[in-house]
């Protein structure tokens, strides 16, 4: 992702974000990712890069598997997309 007009970059800041709290907070990481893949598909489609959608792709592939270790409840959902929020604000 070299290049300046990359669409995928605006998924970047999430995805770091996930990956500088997975050890401690992987259910908050987990919920950064989810967002990142919320925001992904509305990127215009004639805007798309291969590298957006090879970026796409992985992102579904990591939210899976930890979507399998972290035993998700509903509750789960609920405080992280509470302190992604606390995150995105601040």
């Given at each position: 992702m070299a290049s300046d007009h990359e669409p995928a970059k605006i998924l970047l800041p999430y995805l770091q974000?996930?990956?500088?709290?997975?050890?401690?907070?992987?259910?908050?990481?987990?919920?950064?990712?989810?967002?990142?893949?919320?925001?992904?598909?509305?990127?215009?489609?004639?805007?798309?890069?291969?590298?957006?959608?090879?970026?796409?792709?992985?992102?579904?592939?990591?939210?899976?598997?930890?979507?399998?270790?972290?035993?998700?409840?509903?509750?789960?959902?609920?405080?992280?997309?509470?302190?992604?929020?606390?995150?995105?604000?601040?």
């Open positions: 974000r996930a990956d500088e709290l997975q050890e401690h907070e992987p259910l908050v990481a987990y919920n950064c990712r989810l967002y990142a893949m919320d925001r992904g598909p509305k990127i215009p489609a004639g805007e798309r890069t291969k590298t957006a959608n090879a970026l796409l792709n992985s992102l579904i592939k990591q939210l899976e598997k930890d979507k399998k270790s972290l035993n998700l409840g509903p509750e789960d959902s609920l405080h992280g997309r509470v302190c992604l929020e606390c995150l995105c604000k601040g």
